[in-house]
């Protein structure tokens, strides 16, 4: 059985408090879905954007996984607004990894990440508003 | 462990030790510094309180001081049975049977022995949890020589029938070791009643400190047992090595505590398991591991649908000191391999805590550890993508 790991203070800040997290608030745009992953994957993550303009202007994430993909989704979704939506997958994932001090076994969890924000770009927009 | 801090709630992995315990062993590390085998009247003194300690830990057992052997814990123990018993008994059949949920200290012993020959019938239980005398009868063949049977399940707290395997064992001249690690000292344990020829027990779950514990060997007739280690005459040559008093002194009192303690111990710590379960019951989509009964009065296993375990126990952190279903050996958390067993998916298992409650646990500590895991559980559940619920269980 195991007990908690130590986790670096970015990590753990994100968890506990992660911007952007939950559903996408209501608001004028195209409402725009990214979603990767399972159980299987140890990772599973759902970003949500409104897109004006052609630029996300508020964006969500919720996800299941360690306290790694928390982090990394809530710095992802944080990241997003101002983008384009084909620009959303586009974040360097190695770098990701060095900002939250990543364990090497992990990385597979940040590609399922960057596979749900890449899912942004394809997702068919939906109008609401 | 009560008060301010996180609620403790790891007692199955190891109970905070006593403050008489302590007291005793300090006193037994200031005024007993002569080594247990030497012949003056120091080495004696020494002696005297082993032995006393030896006796404190037999009454535990219902069983004679002689058959007591200290070793340095339940591993050791473990292995002390399963491969002394084995390596000793090779002339006469080389098939072993176990579980498939036993401890470690179990299981790579037997996986030893596999390499070195031996046969091992590796029994599944039931969902829950339990290995029944009917799954060993079936096994049991000409030439098997142990069974080794775990009395509670330390994952999961369920007690198997170990009597009705024992005298299963016993009909049919086959030796039965049990892991009593986490029962002694939890429910009543008299090694006649439950037919074992073996028993390991360990000091730091019930009270005392870590370092030491105990093998019963049965003394008629005794079970032929090869030792692990060479070098000394002590504890009948099964066990060499200079006996640690202070360990022995703490190990024995906090046995005699534990089994003063049982009558009243036993129901209060399972009534505040159940007001936990309660508690955590409330939240939906929460199914404990495990049969609720029968099993030691202090473990609980809940698994948290939608629930990521490893998340859970950092949620926890400033709250609660538990345990997740995840195995500490590898450093991306392996599923446990006992919730496997018991049919759990991956992901449940991981998304299943051990709460573990003992003598120092209150009221008080299991209402703020039901409230702070019920908030963790829905701040992460609310985290979680639409329809973790159903596909994260």
Redesign the interface.
């Known amino acids: 059985l195991s007990a908690v790991r130590a986790y670096p203070a970015r990590v753990r800040d994100l968890f506990q408090a992660p911007p952007a997290a939950g559903p996408l608030p209501a608001g004028r745009g195209e409402h725009r879905v990214g979603e990767a992953g399972d159980a299987a994957a140890g990772a599973w993550i759902r970003f949500e954007a409104r897109v004006a303009d052609g630029r996300i202007a508020t964006a969500r994430f919720r996800a299941w996984g360690c306290p790694y993909v928390i982090a990394a989704a809530a710095l992802v979704a944080g990241r997003l607004e101002g983008l384009t939506p084909a620009a959303a997958g586009e974040f360097d994932v190695q770098a990701l990894a060095v900002e939250l001090d990543l364990p090497p076994e992990r990385l597979g969890r940040l590609l399922v990440v960057a596979d749900a924000a890449r899912g942004l770009a394809a997702s068919p927009a939906a109008t609401a508003g | 462990v009560s008060g301010a801090g996180p609620v403790y709630l790891?007692y199955a992995?190891s109970a905070p030790v006593d403050p008489r315990v302590t007291e005793a062993m300090a006193g037994a590390l200031a005024q007993l510094p002569a080594n247990p085998s030497s012949v003056h009247a120091s080495g004696r003194r020494a002696r005297e309180a082993v032995e006393c300690a030896r006796a404190q830990v037999a009454g535990l057992l219902g069983a004679p001081p002689a058959s007591i052997v200290f070793t340095s814990g339940a591993t050791e123990s473990d292995n002390l049975a399963v491969l002394g018993a084995a390596r000793a008994g090779r002339a006469r059949g080389r098939h072993l049977v176990t579980s498939r949920t036993e401890h470690r200290a179990v299981l790579d012993a037997c996986r030893r022995l596999e390499r070195e020959g031996f046969e091992v019938s590796w029994l599944r239980p039931g969902g829950d949890g339990r290995i029944l005398a009917e799954q060993v009868a079936e096994v049991l063949r000409p030439d098997t020589i142990l069974v080794s049977v775990m009395h509670a399940n330390n994952?999961t707290g369920v007690l198997n029938d170990v009597a009705a395997i024992g005298a299963l064992c016993r009909a049919r001249g086959v030796l039965l070791h049990v892991d009593a690690a986490q029962s002694a000292g939890r429910v009543d344990l008299d090694v006649e009643a439950l037919g074992a020829d073996l028993v390991a027990l360990t000091g730091h779950k019930l009270g005392g400190p870590k370092g030491i514990g105990a093998l019963y060997v049965r003394r008629l007739p005794r079970p032929p047992l090869e030792p692990l280690l060479y070098g000394g005459g002590q504890e009948g040559g099964l066990r060499p090595g200079t006996l640690p008093t202070h360990q022995a002194v703490g190990f024995g009192l906090a046995c005699e505590l534990a089994r003063a303690a049982l009558p009243t111990e036993a129901p209060r710590v399972r009534a505040l398991r159940e007001d936990l379960w309660q508690r955590l019951a409330g939240l939906g989509h929460v199914e404990r591991n495990g049969a609720a009964e029968p099993s030691v009065p202090g473990i609980l296993n809940v698994f948290f649908a939608?629930i990521?375990?490893?998340?859970l126990?950092?949620?926890l952190?400033a709250s609660v000191?538990a345990?997740?279903?995840?195995?500490?050996s590898s450093?991306?958390?392996e599923p446990?391999y006992v919730l496997r067993a018991l049919g759990r998916?991956?992901?449940a298992a991981q998304a299943s805590l051990?709460l573990s409650l003992g003598r120092f646990t209150t009221v008080g500590d299991v209402a703020r550890a039901g409230a702070a895991i019920a908030a963790g559980v829905e701040r992460l559940r609310?985290?979680?993508?639409?329809g973790?619920l159903e596909?994260?269980a």
Not at chain 2, 308 to 311: A, K, R, T
Not at chain 2, 323 to 328: K, T
């Open positions: 790891d992995a994952e939608g990521e375990g490893e998340s126990l950092l949620e952190e000191e345990s997740s279903g995840s195995a500490c450093a991306s958390a446990s998916s991956d992901a051990r609310a985290l979680a993508p639409p973790a596909r994260i």
